[in-house]
């Protein structure tokens, strides 16, 4: 055998071995790209009635939104009558109240003043600067 024979038979059996890695490494991606369009087709399979839950919620949500809506419209609407009404009542009587009442202090205030036998009472306490200070002690400063 001859150098060149040698070579070639070198050169043959790396090859077969390339050859054979080859043919493993694409019989592995084979099954590996039918394992992916089995997950696929699953996927397909179990996303399609995952949609229509979906798409039947959203509607739902959307009718129960509807709701809400005029709902809201309605206390709205409910809102402003009271608002309404609230004014045409305190218009009404709140005036001729206020008059009534300012009435009545009047009226204690000039019976009150006409009794002569009762001394009028001191008021038991005075603001300085904001703050309150008892009689006691206002009676104290007026003596100083």
């Given at each position: 055998m001859s150098g060149g024979e040698v070579a070639g038979?070198?050169?043959?059996?790396?090859?077969?071995?390339?050859?054979?890695?080859?043919?493993v490494a694409l019989a592995r991606l084979a099954q590996t790209l039918r394992a992916t369009t089995k997950l696929v087709a699953?996927?397909?399979?179990?996303?399609?009635?995952l949609l229509a839950d979906a798409s039947s919620a959203v509607r739902s949500a959307q009718t129960q939104i509807d709701r809400v809506d005029a709902i809201a419209s309605d206390v709205q609407e409910v809102t402003s009558n009271a608002s309404a009404l609230s004014t045409t009542v305190a218009s009404t009587f709140g005036g001729p109240l206020v008059k009534v009442a300012a009435f009545g202090y009047g009226v204690r205030r000039a019976l009150g003043g006409r009794r002569e036998d009762v001394p009028a009472k001191p008021s038991r306490r005075t603001v300085i600067v904001g703050r309150t200070v008892p009689a006691a002690r206002r009676v104290k400063r007026k003596k100083d």
């Open positions: 038979i070198l050169v043959a059996v790396f090859w077969a071995i390339l050859v054979s890695f080859l043919a699953d996927v397909t399979d179990q996303a399609v009635p």
